[in-house]
């Protein structure tokens, strides 16, 4: 099988599993029981978790709530109404990795001008990752820069209102998990400095994004990344082939209703 019919199937797959995990994800439930079925798919199609490749992580998923940025450990942190969820998945096929990530808000509570002012705020905050997601990808095309996919979330992210967690960043995937190119969500200096893209380079494009500062810090389990400041994070992934003229999505968000 080919590199590109191996990921192209791999990422059909991820997909799948990856919104059968997300039904999983409401109040009561425990990150652990989230991590648990998606354990449980991905042996039922026999593949193997990405996560697991990375040395001393032991779970299939990363979850986080809230404050959550990255790389969660997926505890037994109830998930309540109200919360924003975010799960970050990736798998094995034919040798080659692909990874995604979506946020979700948790059937937000009802009733109350409070409680509906902070569900149609948490609404745009995700709406805005979503919508990076998608100038991310209209950028990841040959004989642009990886600088014009990071000049297209940070622009998306700032105009909303929000920060991009400079110090995280996507990356190349492929025979490895983590493969150059770094795919910041920020510039630095002139685009033309990036690596320049071309046709066929498989890409994790991320929207790491808060709703504060941007500062991050590693929690006491040496692994969960949360925010500084205590604000509301959000992550929104997808692998993409770079196109002459437009990307492939390998891993499209294919649920409903979630």
């Not at 937000?108 to 995700?126: H, I, N, Q, V, W």
Request: proline share 4%; net charge positive; aromatic share 6%.
């Amino acid at each position: 099988m080919s590199r590109t019919k191996a990921l192209q199937a791999g990422g059909e797959k991820l997909s799948f599993v990856f919104g059968e995990t997300l039904k999983k994800i409401k109040p009561g439930v425990s990150l652990a029981e989230v991590n648990q079925k998606a354990e449980d798919l991905l042996n039922k199609i026999g593949l193997k978790p990405s996560f697991k490749t990375v040395r001393n992580y032991q779970w299939a998923a990363c979850l986080n709530i809230n404050e959550g940025v990255v790389h969660g450990v997926p505890n037994e942190r109830i998930i309540t109404r109200g919360d924003l969820v975010s799960l970050d998945m990736g798998l094995i096929f034919a040798g080659w990795h692909v990874d995604m990530a979506y946020t979700v808000e948790i059937n937000p509570p009802a009733g109350g001008e409070r409680l509906k002012a902070k569900s149609l705020e948490a609404t745009k905050f995700l709406q805005a990752g979503k919508m990076a997601l998608a100038q991310a990808i209209k950028a990841a095309r040959a004989g642009n820069y990886v600088g014009d996919i990071s000049v297209a979330i940070q622009t998306v992210i700032e105009k909303a209102g929000y920060q991009v967690v400079s110090k995280l960043a996507g990356h190349g995937v492929g025979k490895s998990l983590h493969e150059l190119p770094n795919v910041p969500g920020v510039l630095r200096g002139k685009k033309e400095d990036t690596p320049r893209l071309e046709e066929g380079m498989a890409l994790a494009l991320e929207v790491i994004y808060t709703k504060g500062r941007g500062g991050i810090k590693v929690g006491p389990d040496g692994w969960t990344i949360s925010t500084q400041d205590g604000k509301i994070a959000a992550l929104f992934e997808k692998t993409v082939l770079v196109g002459q003229n437009q990307a492939e999505e390998l891993t499209p968000f294919v649920w409903k209703n979630v």
